[in-house]
């Protein structure tokens, strides 16, 4: 049988019936319509679906709606607007953050949680130091490293991040 599933994806509260084996991203795409989260490989293994839960980036193919009963998601859709871009949305733009574009949803979510889990200091693997100043390359690299790009656009990638950083 179908189960509901509250969330509040974008600023809206939203109200589904689900088959409960429906990932969060097959119900953001498929029963939402939210198409700018992509489905890459469906497996956990290209962060092409990342999305925002609760402030922390998840991979929605990775999880189940109904696991998120309740959660507040945020999707590249509500992350800004054509009119208004979110300042990571602008950097990637202007640094040439990518080439072919799919996997740019799901990087610009990682990076903006990124920007937050540094703030929020969460460690990563390769700090060691928390309490400096400066982020290193290194260390935006190796908390990005989920999110996959085929184009490898990652230095600009990673400038873009450096310019919202600060
Ligand atoms: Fe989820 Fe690839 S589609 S990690």
Do not use: W
């Not at 509040?8 to 990932?23: A, F, I, S, Y």
């Not at 109904?66 to 602008?90: A, F, S």
């Amino acid at each position: 049988g179908m189960i509901p599933v509250e969330l509040t994806v974008n600023g809206r509260e939203v109200h589904l019936q689900l088959d409960p084996r429906t990932t969060l991203l097959d119900a953001l795409r498929e029963h939402l319509h939210l198409t700018g989260t992509k489905k890459g490989c469906d497996q956990g293994q290209c962060g092409a679906c990342t999305v925002i839960v609760e402030g922390r980036r998840i991979n929605s193919c990775l999880t189940l709606a109904v696991m998120h009963d309740g959660d507040t998601v945020t999707t590249i859709e509500g992350l800004g607007t054509v009119d208004k871009l979110h300042p990571m949305q602008r950097a990637f733009i202007t640094h040439d953050g990518y080439q072919c574009g799919y996997c740019t949803p799901g990087q610009i979510c990682s990076a903006v949680a990124v920007l937050e889990e540094i703030a929020a200091g969460v460690p990563s693997h390769v700090t060691d130091d928390l309490d400096r100043v400066a982020l290193s390359d290194r260390e935006l690299r190796e908390r990005m490293s989920g999110n996959i790009c085929r184009c490898a656009a990652y230095p600009n990638i990673i400038a873009a991040m450096n310019e919202v950083a600060g």
